[in-house]
């Protein structure tokens, strides 16, 4: 059993999380994750590892309530327990000294790039964040993130924070005022990580995605994350998660996402309607 010391609504349906885990806090590393199942007969999910303090042995969760697992997931309350947490999990990212890094996150998956703006700040790079979302109280960790970024752009697809538009926008500013950038990263909606991969293309810069697919068992065993990188078969939770995101066939992978959207629907709605009891 895994207690939750703490919980906080950060945003419409996100929560933030810290859960006592010393054995997954000692090994924790930027870009790796767990998969959880809350209770015997519950699903197992991934969720990115957001932050760990291995002093304290816990790491910090920050999820989206979308589906029924997290909807169950954000009932719960700090003294409570998650059955089970098996981690760290997935290939750590490749942080080390570039140059000029630029990290791009967007909506939840702002708390996957956090530990990664603050690796490659601490590995000596220059790094600018650019922070995205649909309205201003969606932008999550703008304090966090802007204590370990040289720059903190945001942009907000209302105009309500920042720079009224597209994180893809940003990307674009940066390169027409002439920073040398050497390198990418990319977190967070498949469609919008897809197009900072497009963007990245046009400007001439390698970029890192974070594919975070469907998963079960978090071994490759199962075969439920694969999709295909430069035409070959890759597991997004044994190869990935990270990889480069020119090479990623993301039409496919959109296909891939939307496959159960009806069953999820169905389990969600038995959920809301009280009908749902398997996860206890």
């Known amino acids: 059993m895994f207690r939750i010391l703490s919980k906080e609504?950060?945003?419409?349906?996100?929560?933030?999380?810290?859960?006592?885990?010393?054995?997954?806090?000692?090994?924790?590393?930027?870009g790796q994750?767990?998969?959880?199942?809350l209770g015997e007969h519950g699903e197992r999910i991934p969720l990115t590892i957001a932050d760990f303090d291995r002093e304290k042995g816990s790491i910090r969760l920050i999820f989206q309530a979308v589906g029924r697992t997290t909807a169950m997931m954000a009932s719960l309350e700090a003294g409570d327990s998650i059955l089970d947490i098996s981690g760290p999990l997935g290939t750590p990212s490749e942080i080390e000294s570039i140059g000029t890094v630029l990290a791009v996150g967007g909506g939840v998956g702002i708390a996957a790039l956090f530990p990664i703006?603050?690796?490659?700040?601490?590995?000596?790079?220059?790094?600018?964040?650019?922070?995205g979302g649909r309205t201003s109280e969606l932008v999550i960790m703008k304090d966090e993130c802007s204590r370990y970024s040289d720059e903190?752009?945001?942009?907000?697809?209302?105009?309500?924070e920042g720079q009224k538009g597209l994180v893809t926008d940003a990307m674009k500013m940066v390169a027409a005022?002439?920073?040398?950038?050497d390198?990418?990263?990319?977190i967070g909606p498949t469609i919008m990580m897809k197009f900072c991969a497009a963007t990245a293309g046009e400007l001439g810069l390698p970029i890192w995605v974070s594919m975070n697919p469907v998963m079960v068992?978090?071994?490759?065993?199962?075969?439920?994350?694969?999709?295909?990188?430069?035409?070959?078969?890759?597991?997004?939770?044994?190869?990935g998660p990270e990889f480069d995101g020119s090479k990623v066939n993301w039409n496919e992978f959109l296909?891939?996402?939307?496959?159960?959207?009806?069953?999820e629907r169905i389990s969600m709605d038995k959920y809301a309607e009280g009908r749902d009891l398997s996860w206890l």
Request: charged share 30%.
């Open 33 to 37: 994750f767990v998969v959880l199942r």
């Open 177 to 181: 005022r002439g920073e040398k950038v």
């Open 152 to 160: 903190l752009i945001v942009t907000t697809d209302d105009g309500s």
């Open 117 to 131: 703006i603050r690796g490659l700040k601490e590995a000596e790079n220059k790094v600018i964040t650019i922070l």
């Open 217 to 239: 068992d978090g071994t490759g065993m199962c075969g439920c994350c694969r999709l295909s990188v430069d035409g070959q078969i890759k597991f997004g939770c044994v190869d």
């Open 9 to 30: 609504k950060i945003a419409p349906k996100e929560y933030d999380f810290w859960v006592e885990a010393p054995r997954i806090a000692a090994k924790a590393l930027p």
């Open 183 to 186: 390198h990418c990263w990319a």
């Open 255 to 263: 296909g891939r996402m939307s496959q159960y959207k009806e069953e």
